[in-house]
């Protein structure tokens, strides 16, 4: 089975940036979605940005939209999550995902629908 490991996580402050890794085992076929969820404490998992690694839809949700970017680097096997004028309220572990099923537009942004996840990295941004 595939396993993801992130990396790049830290303690920063208000309005800097911050680019996560996502590390793949082996290579995934093109179909594969992966995504980035962010979970913090006493808070449900929340979607952050997904995408289909064969270049189709790339999803954001709302409240990272315009700051963040998600993007791969097929030959590294590695999904990456540039984040930029960071606030307080993305201090969250981040978990990168993936999923092998064949996922619309509407299912993408379910953390349920995915069945791969790695161990997530600590972000921590200081106002």
């Known amino acids: 089975q595939v396993q993801l490991v992130e990396s790049g996580g830290g303690l920063v402050q208000a309005g800097d940036s911050l680019r996560l890794s996502c590390t793949a085992s082996e290579n995934t076929p093109n179909y594969w979605v992966m995504g980035w969820f962010r979970q913090a404490p006493g808070k449900e998992r929340e979607f952050v940005a997904t995408?289909?690694?064969?270049?189709?839809?790339?999803l954001y949700a709302d409240s990272v939209k315009g700051r963040f970017t998600i993007s791969r680097d097929n030959g590294k096997n590695t999904v990456y999550l540039q984040m930029s004028n960071l606030k307080s309220e993305d201090s969250a572990v981040y978990y990168c995902?993936?999923?092998?099923?064949?996922?619309?537009?509407?299912?993408?942004?379910?953390?349920?629908?995915?069945?791969?996840w790695g161990q997530g990295t600590q972000v921590t941004v200081a106002s």
């Open positions: 995408f289909r690694r064969n270049g189709g839809t790339t």
């Open positions: 995902a993936a999923t092998a099923r064949r996922l619309i537009n509407t299912t993408m942004r379910r953390a349920g629908e995915y069945e791969v």
